[in-house]
């Protein structure tokens, strides 16, 4: 089966004001391309790994954008999450060759959250767009 030109956004909503950034971040940057995508949310940032190797069982898209965002709290759990799913998703990509964008930010607190998910900052969201985007380019030169 022929992947279509379509990009699949995963998205943890957990922290919603700044989802909403990185997402308009991404879609800004997809539309500009004139890449189609679809778009899915999951409860946490745990939970994104295990979508994206639901979405790659379907083998409907050429890429993926992985976003969401992980605080710092006053337990070790901010640790598990930002390199469990970490891992979990570069395993993914490198087992199944994905072209991907990664942005899942780690953060110390709100502003930084801020200063890197707004469109008008670093705008993390639109960068992951970008990034599967140029993943899509190198796996078309290195299938040739």
């Known amino acids: 089966m022929a992947r279509a030109e379509k990009i699949l956004i995963i998205f943890s909503n957990y922290y919603e004001d700044i989802t909403k950034a990185l997402m ?65 998703i570069m395993e993914l990509a490198c087992k199944h060759r994905l072209a991907l964008g990664n942005g899942i930010q780690t953060v110390e607190n709100r502003d930084q959250a801020w200063a890197r998910a707004s469109v008008e900052g670093k705008n993390n969201g639109g960068g992951a767009a970008i990034a599967a985007l140029n993943m899509i380019k190198v796996r078309q030169e290195l299938q040739k």
């Open 24 to 88: 308009s971040g991404a879609t800004d940057v997809l539309r500009s391309s004139g890449m189609e995508f679809d778009a899915i949310e999951v409860p946490g940032v745990l939970e994104l790994p295990a979508a994206l190797a639901m979405a790659v069982k379907s083998s409907k898209y050429q890429g993926y954008v992985i976003l969401g965002c992980v605080i710092r709290g006053e337990t070790t759990h901010y640790e598990i999450v930002s390199n469990e799913s970490a891992r979990a």
